[in-house]
């Protein structure tokens, strides 16, 4: 069996770097609370999520899996008719705006489920709408970081009350729900 070489100096700096950066980026991403992380044996990252408010809210029984998939139908919705095809990595739009003839890049999908989200948003009431609107079309500050969900919360309803978020969030939710679930029995009967 013949004997391993020893890296060269330049090749071992290089990988103790790539390690120490490594380590580094596993830690950063690991102290953040909204951020679930999966790493494998050499503590190199596999996949990292950040977990939005109906995760976060799902994950400490503040919310039931119908109220959360509520909020992720609305979100298919919203982001189909925005041109955001979900399956992408890279969450690309399309332009309908482009120069060329009006409403260039528009297909009857994009419109049909602006509908859906416009009659569910509509059905749930004014500020639950908003609510959930801002929540599932997140805001970034001047520097490309996301506003914390309760921020968007006191933001939208007024209410700066630490504990009132997660309730109103629970409301909104329950809310589109109850559309939801009227539609279909409206539709079976």
């Known amino acids: 069996m013949p004997r391993r070489t020893r890296p060269s100096p330049e090749a071992a700096i290089a990988a103790a770097k790539l390690r120490r950066a490594r380590e580094a980026e596993f830690a950063r991403l690991s102290a953040q609370p909204d951020v679930r992380v999966v790493a494998d ?24 899996e119908a109220q959360v998939g509520a909020a992720r139908r609305l ?85 700066p009350g630490r504990d009132a978020a997660g309730a109103l969030v629970r409301l909104a939710c329950e809310n589109l729900r109850a559309v939801y679930e009227a539609k279909a029995y409206r539709r079976a009967g």
């Open 41 to 64: 044996a050499g503590r190199r990252i596999v996949s990292a999520r950040r977990l939005d408010v109906f995760d976060q809210l799902f994950a400490q029984r503040a919310l039931t």
């Open 75 to 159: 979100e298919a919705d919203l982001a189909c008719a925005a041109g955001v095809d979900r399956a992408q990595a890279g969450f690309e739009k399309v332009d309908a705006c482009a120069p060329g003839a009006p409403g260039q890049g528009v297909t009857q999908v994009m419109v049909d489920a602006s509908a859906r989200a416009g009659a569910a948003l509509d059905a749930c009431g004014p500020v639950n709408a908003r609510l959930l609107r801002a929540l599932l079309e997140p805001q970034f500050d001047g520097a490309g970081a996301r506003e914390p969900w309760r921020a968007t919360v006191a933001r939208v309803t007024g209410d």
